[in-house]
């Protein structure tokens, strides 16, 4: 009941930056956080960052802490994140996810997902 879509991804040379987006629409009023995760050829989906609709609280994983930023636009029902000095491992699929609850790291707290947009970082 939460239709979530990305853009904004693309191939950028190692240095650059990117800026993806995540558009919400549906029963958006059920959904209290959003967070940004990605998935690389052969690996585990993981947990970049997460922000709650209302305070703008935001969670970030370790290994994203100072070149990622996560931000919203409510009046929009967007969410963004803003990826600088990118790196080839910064290479994936990047997805949005819809929670309900707080803001969270793990994928099965997440109940709605978008479709995801390709980061190619090239060297």
């Known amino acids: 009941q939460v239709q979530l879509v990305e853009s904004g991804g693309g191939t950028v040379q190692a240095g650059g930056s990117l800026r993806l987006s995540c558009a919400a629409s549906g029963r958006t009023f059920s959904s209290y956080a959003m967070g940004w995760f990605r998935q690389a050829p052969g690996k585990e989906r993981e947990f970049v960052a997460a922000i709650s609709w209302r305070f703008g609280g935001t969670y970030y994983a370790d290994s994203m802490k100072g070149r990622f930023t996560i931000s919203r636009d409510n009046a929009k029902d967007t969410v963004y994140l803003q990826m600088n000095s990118l790196k080839p491992e910064d290479t994936a699929v990047y997805y949005c996810?819809?929670?309900?609850?707080?803001?969270?790291?793990?994928?099965?707290?997440?109940?709605?997902w978008g479709q995801g947009t390709q980061v190619t970082v090239s060297s």
């Open positions: 996810a819809s929670s309900p609850r707080g803001i969270r790291s793990t994928m099965d707290e997440y109940e709605y």
